[in-house]
């Protein structure tokens, strides 16, 4: 499973934050010239990390009332194969190793300062619809990360980021879904993109209202 899976797994009790990677909320301070600073990434990327390394360095946890033993099961008489580690993975696991150790011994009021400077840059960026990127990783995650903080849900900005969502849910036959991402310009300049390739006409009425 990938890596948020096993976030929402330990959000929900049933993963430990111990076995997830360490992402120090002390990232904000990296400046950009720095090796993995934030701005290594794009917009949602960087929205997204500096949302989870609040959210991580709390740890939070809300058991489920069941359990999902099937995620431990193991088969008999298979052995997992020791997977192959190239160079970047065996730089990455050391660091994480080191991060994990060092991390207990942060002095607090340090780790406290990096949380609200991580809180600062995460206000400043929320978008008018109370979104953070335009979609939904960094957005809920923004959201515990306040919460998480002392921001109650009757915050102007925690209250606006949950309104927002509303226009991300689809509702159907009472149960709701959050949708991942609304994209109408990438989607409908490779619906475009596709259509021509197939053959459509430049004049194509569909090409046409796609391109207004």
Request: aromatic share 10%; hydrophobic share 45%; with cysteine.
């Amino acid at each position: 499973s990938r890596v948020f899976t096993r976030i929402w797994l330990a959000v929900s009790g049933l993963w430990s934050w111990d076995d997830l990677p360490v992402i120090p909320p002390e990232i904000i301070y990296l400046p950009s010239w720095f090796p993995l600073n934030i701005y290594d990434g794009g917009c949602w990327a960087r929205q997204t990390v500096v949302a989870l390394a609040v959210v991580a360095s709390f740890k939070p946890s809300n058991p489920l009332p069941f359990q999902i033993d099937e995620l431990y099961a193991k088969v008999p008489g298979q052995h997992p194969k020791a997977a192959r580690q190239d160079a970047w993975s065996v730089v990455f696991n050391n660091l994480d190793k080191a991060l994990h150790s060092l991390e207990p011994r942060l002095p607090k009021r340090a780790r406290r300062a990096a949380q609200r400077r991580c809180v600062d840059w995460i206000i400043a960026r929320q978008e008018a619809d109370g979104c953070w990127g335009g979609i939904q990783p960094p957005w809920v995650y923004s959201i515990m990360a306040l919460h998480l903080m002392g921001y109650g849900l009757d915050n102007p900005v925690v209250r606006k980021a949950i309104d927002g969502l509303e226009g991300f849910t689809i509702r159907e036959d009472g149960m709701r879904r959050l949708e991942a991402c609304q994209s109408p310009v990438w989607d409908t300049v490779l619906t475009m993109t596709a259509l021509a390739d197939a053959g459509l006409p430049a004049d194509d009425p569909s090409l046409v209202r796609a391109a207004r």
